[in-house]
């Protein structure tokens, strides 16, 4: 089974999540990388990242290493921004071809993700969503513990998947 990682990550949260997933399916991982993203780390980048949510922008990425409609599976990581995905998951969804995926969603908040899931399952319409996980800052909170939850959730999808 071929299974790929999709996610943006701005502050490394989505990203630890990712790379874990990927360490235990030995999934192929796809950061993706908007060709203008914002560098501010101080207050502004709660201006400018909900300004772009609210605006429903769709930032140009950078070309994706992978293809996702050559996967059996796709897991798509975000960020909670004002209570939904982010921008780059949003370019990702409308330039890139998903239909009858199966697809698992992850998401990392600072904590209300106030149905997000629900946001991009609204997108993802066409597909199969076997399951979604939310985790509160996993580096801010005791990252080793934030593995464990990663692991664990994997270990309950390999059913699902229909792995071993």
Not at 54 to 61: A, G, I, S, Y
Not at 106 to 125: E, I, N, S, T
């Amino acid at each position: 089974m071929k299974i790929l990682v999709v996610y943006y990550s701005y502050e490394g949260n989505t990203r630890f999540v990712a790379e874990h997933i990927a360490e235990f399916f030995h999934a192929d991982v796809q950061e993706l990388k908007p060709k203008i993203d914002m560098h501010s780390r101080s207050f502004m980048k709660y201006v400018w990242g909900g300004k772009m949510v609210l605006m429903r922008e769709k930032p140009d990425l950078e070309p994706l290493k992978y293809t996702p409609s050559d996967y059996d599976v796709v897991f798509i990581g975000t960020p909670v921004w004002a209570w939904t995905f982010t921008p780059a998951i949003n370019g990702f969804l409308a330039g890139t071809p998903l239909q009858g995926k199966r697809v698992v969603l992850f998401y990392c908040h600072g904590g209300a993700p106030r149905g997000v899931a629900d946001k991009l399952k609204a997108l993802l319409q066409g597909n199969t969503i076997l399951g979604e996980k939310g985790f509160q800052e996993p580096l801010k909170w005791r990252p080793e513990e934030a593995v464990l939850a990663v692991r664990t959730w994997c270990r309950e999808l390999k059913p699902i998947l229909g792995i071993e």
